[in-house]
């Protein structure tokens, strides 16, 4: 588990060096896309499908980074994209384009299929974490109006 939690985070803040985040964030970001591996890995290590745990992830990614973008007055895009590298299924993708050049057309399509529904899941999980940071601030200015 230590292996994963340094690699993650290696990853995602190698992401924040390669997207010019500002230094100061990029630990910040590290830390969003270890915690998004980990609670991914902890949910597939239990026998959680990947496109589930993928979009718990991911979910958790596009959480932390509202709150990091808020206490840090830094663009959430720089915690999101540098946050969900780890989660991006690039492995499921080169197996599938190797099984297609291998003509291995029944695994190709599987694993492609896969890759496409773990990217989705992805997307989905961060349009669902700022639908919901968006639902919180609309409710709170309407309790400041009222």
Known sequence: ????LV?????????????????NALIQCGLVGMLGWVLYYGLAAEGTDAVPATLAGAFLVGGLSQVCAKFYKTPVIIFNVSGIIPLVPGGLA???????????YNAAVQLAAKAGLISGAIAIGLVFSEVINQVIKKAG????VK
């Open 141 to 144: 200015r309407k309790r400041i």
């Open 94 to 104: 080169y197996d599938a384009m190797r099984n297609f050049v291998e003509n291995d």
């Open 1 to 4: 588990m230590g292996e994963q």
């Open 7 to 23: 690699t993650s985070f290696i990853a995602a803040a190698g992401f924040g060096v390669l997207f010019n985040a500002p230094r």
